[in-house]
Each structure stands twice: as C-alpha cells, then as structure tokens.
C-alpha cells in the first residue's frame, strides 16, 4: 500500500519524506490556504517546492469547476512537474475532463468522492486515482470504511487499473482497516503515519534491553 500525506505543509512532507516511506502527498484549496499559500504564482511555486521533495505522486487540485476551465488549469499545473496528479472533482465537467486528460496521458486523483456509483464513473473515465472521503462519511453516520471494501470489490470485478486512495483518512485504525480491505492508497496528516510507531510494549523492552545491557556492560 502506497502512503502518501495529506497536507501542503512543507515541513511535514519533509519529515514524512525523511522517515522513508512516503510515496506521495495530496493538496487541496483548503490545505493550501491553512499554509497561506495564496496567488497563483505562490501555489505553482509551492506545488513546484512540494515536488521537489517526493519522489512522485503531488495531486494539485483545479478550481474551475467548468470543462474549459479544468483543462486549462489542469494543463497548466501538469507543466510544473511531471509528479504532479491533476485532482478533478467528481463532477459531470469534471468526468469529462477525466477522460480528456487521460487521453493526453496526464495522471488524475478524482476527488470528493463519496459513493461507489461516482467511483465507478471515474473509472470508466480512466482517473488514475479515486479519493473516497472515508473520515467525512463517517461524521455523517455513514460506513467510510465500507465504500472503500465496495470500491475495491467493484474494480476487482472489471480489473480497473484506477487506484483507491483512501482520503479524509483521520487515526491509525483507519489507514490500518484500509491495508487489510486492500485500498491501494492512504493519503492522512503525519501524526497518523508517526502513531503507526508507537506501542507501549515496544518502549517497555527496549527499556529493558538497555537496563541490562548496561548492567551487564557498566
Ligand atoms: O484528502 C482529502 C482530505 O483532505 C479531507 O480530509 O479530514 O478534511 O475530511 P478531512
């Protein structure tokens, strides 16, 4: 399972980069604006920073919301990198702009997805990735977990090559239940990619390992 993070902070993409096992990172207007990224040539240099630290895999999302409009931004955000994923809502013009780009061989993250009827028409239109809101489901009483076990299900069935991104991915448990329903990627917040580390057993023996070895050792 690919991790990608779930954040334009600069620093915690570093980190996550650091600990090795970051595949990737999602952006999204509300990300960006928390980190005052503002103007458009500020979030093409930012997405252009962001690139430069990952190895791959940087979804920047368009905000036209019109067919002209995604292509053209989409176009435009495609030439900062060849990393960067264009994140297209999951709209009708935005379908459609799907399928466009991915007979121009430009990579899409289908976003704000929230049912398996709107993943499959992402599939159909060829997206490479589809972002269930797994978190966001759940605040409103509906199984986030479950979409993402339907999905998979649903492309294994016709062999889709577009990948489930598990998003709005929010504690350990969640990105865990993610890996074992087969979600082919989680994007989430740092601190639930550092909490996979923790275990109070582990702190316990290697508490105890360095107590006697000193002993045994002065
Ligand atoms: O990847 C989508 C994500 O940013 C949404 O997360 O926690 O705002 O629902 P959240």
Request: glycine share 8%.
């Amino acid at each position: 399972m690919k991790f990608f993070i779930d954040t334009a902070n600069l620093s915690d993409i570093q980190e996550a980069y650091d600990l090795g096992v970051l595949d990737g990172v999602t952006t999204n207007p509300s990300l960006m604006a928390k980190e005052g990224i503002a103007g458009h040539d500020k979030v093409m240099a930012h997405y252009k920073a962001i690139c430069n630290i990952v190895d791959d895999n940087v979804s920047a999302e368009v905000i036209a919301t019109d067919f002209d409009g995604i292509i053209k931004e989409g176009k435009e955000l495609a030439k900062i990198d060849d990393k960067i994923v264009v994140k297209v809502p999951m709209i009708k013009d935005g379908v459609k702009a799907i399928k466009y780009f991915t007979s121009e061989g430009i990579r899409t993250n289908c976003t704000l997805v929230f049912s398996s009827g709107q993943a499959l028409l992402a599939a159909k239109a060829g997206a490479s990735y589809v972002s269930p809101f797994i978190g966001r489901l759940d605040d409103v009483g509906s199984d986030g977990l479950q979409l993402i076990q339907d999905i998979v299900d649903i492309y294994d069935n016709y062999g889709y090559i577009t990948e489930v991104l598990a998003a709005s991915v929010r504690h350990t448990m969640h990105l865990i239940q993610c890996a074992e329903i087969g979600a082919d990627v989680v994007t989430c917040p740092l601190n639930v990619i550092t909490s996979l580390l923790n275990h109070p057993l582990t702190d316990k023996g290697l508490a105890q390992f360095l107590a006697d070895h000193k002993k045994a050792n002065g």
